[in-house]
């Protein structure tokens, strides 16, 4: 895989934004970065093909991929504003999955404010029942949202839910409870994943590799490009 000098999969790009260019910064995870998948069929790249071609004359895109293999919600926040923040995203997709929910085996990169959030959402939080990976999770969501309207773009969340296992479901109702506080715009793939019918087999890059392979990036791409298309963000 071709890396840029920030150490990220997503050719290089000038900090200066034009006035017609629409940025878009994508987090996530290994399943973001595109693991096991061949350069440019990954699914940042596929969203950025589909808006160039869905855009007004005259209006530019660029597709900025942040995913790193292994990362988790707060990484990803602290990847947000380590990096991608300097590039000034207009819009910013975080991509979870549903290990996102687990409590960390270890923590590479931290800076421990996973406990600075407003009451009202940390109590909505803390009433929940789901376990303490997700309350760390969703207090590093409410920063991440925080910053980025304090930067001006627009954070939005992508659940890749492929098989929609008891955690996915666990994952997507908690965000849909939390979505009202933060006014954070959720979609959930797998009522549309669902309609292509494919097996287990069919998804994964390899026996061995069971990250999604080119063709599952191409069918995720083109259903976020859809949601982003039909709320206009744009």
């Known amino acids: 895989h071709v890396l840029n000098n920030d150490g990220f999969r997503s050719g290089e790009h000038t900090v200066e934004k034009a006035p017609n260019l629409f940025r878009v910064a994508f987090l996530g995870d290994s399943y973001t970065y595109g693991q096991g998948v061949p350069e440019g069929r990954e699914f940042?790249?596929?969203?950025?093909?589909?808006?160039?071609?869905?855009?007004?004359?005259?209006?530019?895109?660029?597709?900025?991929?942040?995913?790193?293999?292994?990362?988790?919600?707060?990484?990803?926040?602290?990847?947000?504003?380590?990096?991608?923040?300097?590039?000034?995203?207009?819009?910013?997709?975080?991509?979870?999955?549903?290990?996102?929910?687990?409590?960390?085996a270890t923590v590479a990169w931290t800076d421990g404010r996973s406990a600075e959030v407003a009451p009202s959402f940390d109590n909505r939080v803390t009433r929940s029942s789901v376990n303490e990976g997700f309350k760390r999770c969703a207090r590093h969501l409410y920063h991440l949202k925080k910053r980025c309207d304090a930067d001006g773009a627009q954070l939005v969340v992508v659940v890749l839910n492929l098989f929609d296992s008891t955690r996915s479901r666990e994952l997507v109702q908690i965000l849909s409870e939390v979505?009202?506080?933060?006014?954070?715009?959720?979609?959930?793939?797998?009522?549309?994943?669902?309609?292509?019918?494919?097996?287990?087999?069919?998804?994964?890059?390899?026996?061995?590799?069971?990250?999604?392979?080119?063709?599952?990036?191409?069918i995720v791409g083109d259903m976020i490009s859809r949601w982003l298309d039909k709320q206009h963000w744009i």
């Open 44 to 104: 940042a790249r596929v969203v950025e093909r589909n808006l160039r071609a869905l855009a007004p004359s005259g209006q530019e895109i660029e597709v900025l991929n942040f995913g790193i293999s292994g990362y988790d919600t707060e990484q990803e926040r602290l990847s947000y504003e380590h990096w991608a923040s300097k590039y000034q995203p207009d819009l910013v997709v975080l991509v979870m999955f549903e290990n996102d929910i687990d409590p960390p």
């Open 179 to 218: 979505e009202s506080e933060l006014h954070l715009p959720v979609l959930n793939t797998f009522p549309d994943f669902q309609k292509f019918g494919l097996s287990f087999d069919q998804i994964i890059v390899h026996p061995t590799d069971h990250h999604c392979n080119g063709r599952v990036h191409q």
